[in-house]
């Protein structure tokens, strides 16, 4: 008996250490990068600019080190022939974060959200289809047409299959989408970005319960309209300055308090 329990602290042990903390960033940044940020400084001021006031512009993590692609992958192209040369892809996948957060990477893919998207194949998805609307959204990936409630609807918060239509380029009914389980074309499931919003990636942000009342909304999932009506959702508001939202570390007790209990009850509920 004590064998398998050894054997299993092993386990542990090593599956910790498998899922470490952030890869070392690099030391400067990179050539590519640098030719990225030169175009896109003109083009989208707007995205260079969250990315430069966020962690990763901070740890020399840019354009290149996200959007770089493997070749074989379906939507893999040369975007620019002349100053990079090199395969990138607009989609940067879990799989692509997962190259430095193997940890929160890991988590996410193993999770119930990763698989939201697999509605899609599904007899309830059929339904929606049939029920509330016609097929009459025609797209180079749906030459026959696609219906419009499935589209803007339950794929924007379940996730998409999104399809390539060549040279790099995504069909627009499947594309732009940060449905939580997106099926991407690199085989990947889920979207880091239904939380992380583009392109400063700001923790606080993802602390935000709004963050998660984008989906967990409606008559069908009440969640949010649940919690914000709640002593907790009135708490959180009232006290939102003293919530510690920016600090890397973020656990009750150490970085932000229990806003239900006055301190004193607080101090009573401790010695419970
Ligand atoms: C020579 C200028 C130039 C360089 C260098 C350049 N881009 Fe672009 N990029 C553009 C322009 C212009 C567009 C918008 C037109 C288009 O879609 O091609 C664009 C579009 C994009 C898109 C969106 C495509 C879409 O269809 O939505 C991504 C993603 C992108 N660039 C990433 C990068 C990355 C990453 C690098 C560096 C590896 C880079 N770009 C280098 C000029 C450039
Ligand atoms: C931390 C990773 C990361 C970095 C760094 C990064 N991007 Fe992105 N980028 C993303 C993600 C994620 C998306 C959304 C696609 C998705 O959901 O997979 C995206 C989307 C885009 C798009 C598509 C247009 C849009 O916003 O929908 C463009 C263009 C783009 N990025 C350009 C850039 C440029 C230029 C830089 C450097 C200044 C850059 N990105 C840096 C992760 C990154
Ligand atoms: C090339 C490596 C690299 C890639 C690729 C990368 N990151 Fe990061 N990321 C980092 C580093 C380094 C930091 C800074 C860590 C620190 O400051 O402790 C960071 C920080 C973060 C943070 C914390 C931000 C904060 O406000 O403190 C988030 C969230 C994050 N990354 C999400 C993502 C997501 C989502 C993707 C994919 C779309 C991604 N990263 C891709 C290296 C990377
Ligand atoms: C506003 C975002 C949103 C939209 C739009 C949406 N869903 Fe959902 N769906 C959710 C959330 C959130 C859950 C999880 C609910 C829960 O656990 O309480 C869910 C759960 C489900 C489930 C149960 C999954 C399981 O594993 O048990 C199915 C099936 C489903 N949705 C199908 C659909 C279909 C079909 C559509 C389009 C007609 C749709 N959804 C539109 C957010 C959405
Ligand atoms: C359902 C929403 C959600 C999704 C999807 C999500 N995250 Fe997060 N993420 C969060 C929240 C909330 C936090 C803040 C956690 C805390 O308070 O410590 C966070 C924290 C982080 C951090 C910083 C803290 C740490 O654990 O190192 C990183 C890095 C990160 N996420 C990466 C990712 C990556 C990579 C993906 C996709 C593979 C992803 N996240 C998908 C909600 C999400
Ligand atoms: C982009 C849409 C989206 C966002 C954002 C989102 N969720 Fe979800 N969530 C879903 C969907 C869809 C499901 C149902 C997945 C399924 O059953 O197939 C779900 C399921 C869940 C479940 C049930 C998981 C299980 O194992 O049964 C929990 C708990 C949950 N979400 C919490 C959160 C929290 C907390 C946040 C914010 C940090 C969040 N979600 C953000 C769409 C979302």
């Not at 960033?25 to 430069?52: A, F, L």
């Not at 749906?142 to 239509?165: E, T």
Request: aromatic share 6%; with cysteine.
């Amino acid at each position: 008996m004590w064998r398998i329990i050894v054997a299993g602290m092993f386990l542990l042990f090593a599956s910790n250490v498998a899922i470490a903390a952030v890869k070392a960033p690099p030391k400067e940044m990179s050539k590519e990068t640098r030719e990225c940020v030169k175009c896109h400084k003109k083009d989208n001021p707007g995205i260079v600019q969250q990315w430069g006031s966020s962690a990763h512009y901070g740890a020399n993590v840019g354009c290149y080190e996200c959007h770089a692609a493997d070749p074989k992958d379906p939507d893999a192209y040369i975007h620019d022939d002349k100053k990079v040369k090199k395969h990138i892809s607009i989609i940067v996948s879990p799989k692509d974060c997962a190259n430095c957060h193997e940890k929160a990477a890991t988590e996410f893919v193993e999770s119930h959200h990763a698989k939201g998207g697999r509605i899609i194949g599904s007899l309830d998805n059929l339904l929606a289809e049939v029920v509330e609307g016609n097929n009459s959204l025609k797209t180079p990936a749906f030459p026959n047409g696609v219906s419009p409630a499935a589209v803007s609807g339950c794929w924007q918060c379940h996730g998409s299959q999104v399809k390539v239509i060549g040279d790099g380029q995504l069909d627009p009914a499947t594309w732009p989408n940060t449905g939580i389980g997106r099926i991407n074309p690199d085989g990947s499931e889920g979207s880091c970005s239904a939380c992380h919003s583009r392109h400063k990636f700001s923790i606080a942000q993802a602390r935000n319960p709004e963050n998660c009342g984008k989906c967990h909304m409606g008559p069908d999932h009440p969640q949010i309209e649940i919690y914000e009506e709640s002593k907790h959702g009135i708490a959180f508001h009232a006290n939102k300055d003293e919530m510690n939202l920016d600090s890397p570390k973020w656990i009750v007790g150490e970085d932000y308090t229990c806003l239900l209990y006055t301190s004193d009850a607080a101090d009573d509920f401790a010695v419970v």
